[in-house]
């Protein structure tokens, strides 16, 4: 006899409870809550949420399902965006007591593009196996929308009245594209999202090592995303008559060029704080190169040891790579047309045309074109003159029951302010007057981070532990005296 799925949850939760509660939970409700979410991660993962063929309307429309079934008033969950309509974003609003002005949950439910022939399992559906969940956005970011969606619906279920209301954008476009949700949102209807300041649980904040937790990185500031695209064109010919004007030879020197420079080693009052804290934690080699790097003038043998390490080099500088290539149009013709794409993430402080300007110098090809590439995909001669916004200062309402639920859940685990060397929607948030903090509880081994990778996973334990985490951190920060 099958039993109702509430009836069910509850006797799995009673016999977990006999054997000894698992997965960083500490009673039945915890157990249940991640039950709750893991079926809301195998939802979202087996709904196609990329650019070119997915649909992210689609699961907005199935959380927001989640949430009407939950008894969330409908006026209070809202599935809204601009003219695309496979690119609708979701809002829900949980209502405190009005005590303290909004806080707003921030996580994107698009993914990268992922082919089944490049992965061992199929992308789009999830997996678990040797401890892992397998699948697209299993760490970037479907298992912090889960892990949200999943807090938000025990706070109901709870009856739970928070010091303030409690807003979840659940958005478009983070990845790229032309309709990017959070920016939308922020300029077209900012009542829904306006709050005091952001929590953005895009990807993680546990570094680990073989599974064991060695620090909490609180997301302080973040460098600044652009994308350049490379030309080169000539007349081209036949294929038996060969020309030095090659536009893939070209193009391949222009790349060559690139890969072989490095950006100059900065520091800023975010990424300086944090290697102090570091090289406390650390030992061997890596502190004394990190005491290297801290040195005025800093030691250029430490800094070049240190940034073999790709996740420190993605720290210390700015950083461009080439990401796309296209060439030729025949097998049997020269090629007329060569392009390719720079992917650049840049130190705050600096901005997207200023590292335009050094990749033409970089290059040293005045045949080779570099134009900026937009969000929407639009193509221009200069980029934008942003240069990345300056750290928000270290709310105490945001920080002390961080502290407090860290220490409760990792004892002696450090919490160290962070700069992350990838990009999120927090410069929309930033820009807005809204300072952003990136929080999650999802831990992950600095050697196998896979987001936009093949065979992205997440750890089962990991997943399960930081649901419990950002329940017991939201609670704690919407109820402060």
């Known amino acids: 006899m099958k039993l109702p799925v509430a009836a069910a949850v509850v006797a799995a939760c009673a016999a977990m409870l006999g054997a000894g509660l698992a997965w960083g939970a500490d009673s039945p409700a915890d157990e249940a809550s991640n039950k709750v979410a893991h079926a809301l991660l195998k939802e979202l993962i087996e709904i196609n949420t990329t650019d070119s063929v997915g649909n992210v309307t689609t699961a907005a429309e199935a959380m927001a399902k989640r949430f009407r079934d939950a008894g969330f008033p409908a006026a209070d969950v809202v599935v809204i965006g601009g003219a695309n309509p496979k690119k609708k974003n979701l809002v829900v609003r949980l209502h405190g007591t009005g005590k303290h002005k909004p806080v707003l949950l921030n996580g994107h439910l698009d993914v990268v593009e992922a082919r089944r022939e490049d992965w061992t399992t199929d992308p789009f559906k999830l997996v678990e196996k040797d401890g892992f969940f397998y699948g697209r956005g299993s760490s970037d970011m479907k298992d912090s929308d889960a892990i949200m969606v999943a807090t938000l619906l025990r706070m109901k279920q709870e009856g739970y009245k928070p010091d303030r209301d409690i807003i979840l954008a659940l958005t478009a476009d983070e990845e790229g594209g032309c309709c990017n949700g959070v920016d939308w949102l922020v300029k077209n209807r900012r009542d829904l999202v306006d709050a005091a300041f952001v929590i953005n649980t895009d990807g993680w904040s546990i570094e680990s090592e073989k599974g064991v937790p060695k620090e909490f990185r609180l997301g302080a500031t973040e ?3 652009a994308d350049y695209q490379l030309s080169v064109t000539n007349r081209g010919g036949h294929s038996s008559e060969p020309r030095p004007d090659n536009a893939i030879y070209q193009m391949a020197q222009a790349l060559l060029n690139v890969a072989r420079y490095q950006f100059p ?3 800023n009052n975010v990424t300086r704080p944090y290697y102090e804290r570091r090289a406390t934690l650390v030992g061997g080699e890596r502190a004394a190169d990190i005491r290297g790097i801290l040195k005025n003038p800093p030691d250029a043998a430490a800094v070049a040891r240190l940034g073999r390490d790709p996740a420190e080099n993605g720290i210390m500088r700015t950083n461009c790579v080439a990401t796309r290539l296209d060439a030729g149009h025949a097998n049997n013709a020269l090629p007329q047309r060569a ?6 993430r840049i130190l705050p402080g600096h901005s997207p045309e200023e590292v335009r300007q050094q ?13 900026y590439v937009a969000d929407n995909g639009a193509v221009a001669d200069v980029a934008p003159d942003r240069r990345g916004f300056p750290p928000p200062p270290l709310n105490p309402e945001v920080v002390k029951p961080l502290e407090a639920v860290v220490a409760s ?3 002696g685990l450090p919490i160290l302010p962070f700069m992350d060397a990838g990009a999120s929607d927090a410069i929309y948030t930033n820009a807005a007057g809204m300072p952003t903090y990136g929080i999650a509880g999802i831990a992950i081994d600095s050697d196998d981070v896979r987001a936009h990778g093949r065979d992205e996973r997440v750890g089962v334990a990991s997943f399960y532990a930081g649901n419990v985490f950002f329940y017991r951190y939201l609670k704690a920060m919407t109820s402060q005296r």
């Open 223 to 225: 460098k600044v995303y």
């Open 409 to 411: 859940m990792w004892p």
């Open 265 to 267: 080693f900065e520091l």
């Open 359 to 371: 990749l033409i110098k970089v290059i040293a090809d005045p045949a080779v074109t570099v134009r």
């Open 339 to 344: 392009t390719a794409n720079i992917n650049c």
